[in-house]
């Protein structure tokens, strides 16, 4: 039978010195998979893609000229893909893909 090495309670340890597992009962911080973490998560999806498409639309209508279509064109595209990226975020996904 094989002696333990304690590989697995140094691992922990490293792990915890280093914030990567917090130790138990400590709190302060959002875990990635919580309510809060996810419902910040998709907010900032929403609002990062709108404000990159509007951004984009703008800079293009000013150096094109062409006031203001692309930039209602780019903040309609910013808006689908910030949907996007929320329904990704909730969509189920399925065991076998993981």
Known sequence: MKKPDGFEDRLRQARSRQG???EPGTS?????????GIG???GVEVVSA??????AGWF???WL???????????????VAG????YRLFKPRDAARQ
């Open 83 to 86: 949907v996007l990226n929320v």
């Open 60 to 62: 293009l209508d000013r």
């Open 28 to 36: 302060g911080t959002l875990p990635p998979g919580s309510t809060w």
């Open 20 to 22: 990567m597992d917090p």
């Open 50 to 55: 709108l404000v990159v498409g509007v951004a």
């Open 65 to 79: 000229g062409t006031w203001p279509w692309l930039f209602l064109l780019f903040f309609v595209f910013g808006s």
């Open 40 to 42: 910040f998560r998709a």
